[in-house]
């Protein structure tokens, strides 16, 4: 799977809270720039070896282009978390498709998630190293992962699919389990890693549990 | 559940590598000493914050005396997450008996590392560090962990109690549910989190899954 496209309004959404609006589509692309390069420095160097300068030396704009978007490394690195997270759910959504009942889009998430660790590797570290950098952000992005995930078990169960006493318990530990698959298989695991087969084994998993 | 005793054959086991192994019973509890103050100050202030001779002020010994059992800073750093993971193992074993069966044992197994996680909480973000300090002992951390866990699938299956099918991918959802649970119930959560209650439903979902 590509990586989602990302619309203006995505990234006008990245931006929550201390990043500049550009206001042309020029500047637009120059954020959405800025905000790719972001991910390939921070991913490789971690958060304190990374710097702006090199930043903007990989995405081609001046210095003091930079700071028409945002003030410090500390608010670019923050809108890169936002940006991730808002990439995470745009992957999931988009490989779901209406016919399809809550088990298999389960299945059809967590693939699609999978897919698109293994394109964009750098993004566990990024989200990782957020628990030291932005712990606020590091919060929000699963907590807001796991409400989703609840939401979905509700409406699962209300289609008399799920059980009915599913809730925070166990959205967290799907979440887990997506996390931990997507780490052994899509950041650690070789390009052949069967992706599919994960999860569907995992679908399995949560379909029916382990005992027999 | 309190902290469970790490004796000096475990002390030794966490020294796996770089730390010169004491040869003494006074040395032993100094290097004990050692590793439970660098819990405490890794923990508050992440590696990079924390320092030797804070640590040694904390530990009541000497500078000098740090650089008997330590080349560096990062050789505790390593040292201290062989414990912590060695601690995680014997907490969850410490939980186990004969007369379970296999479901039995995850649940206790989770359960014991819940209360383990809650009253060390800094071993998230000990563990969750050495993604950056030292990835090599991240990595064997959770392998470690999976593979014991695939070890318990697999002989739960030859009990008859598990499917037969299950393997390596069963194992990281495994682990990932109780890592994400934990994170949730035992580190973010309240005094009050019922740790027995988050346990059985996490249990429930590994028996009969999701699905009615």
Redo the contacts between chains.
Sequence with gaps: MDAPKVSSTKVANAEAGDTKTPRTERGRRTLRKLLDVAAIEFGEK?F?EASVSSITRRAGVALGTFYTYFDTKDALFRALVNDMSDNVKSSARSALDDDMNA?ETERAALHAFLEFARDHKEIY?II??A??VDPASY?AH?EGI?QRIEMR?KS?AEA????QD?G???A??????????G???AV?GDAKSDLED?AA??NR????????
């Design positions: 971690g304190h088990l570290r990782d190293e628990e030291f919060r699963y796991a078990l699962g008399g699919e799920f059980r599913l925070e318990v166990e967290w530990a799907l979440m887990g389990m997506n996390v931990f698959i780490l052994r298989y650690w994960v084994r995992a998993l949560l379909s029916e549990g382990i005992a027999t």
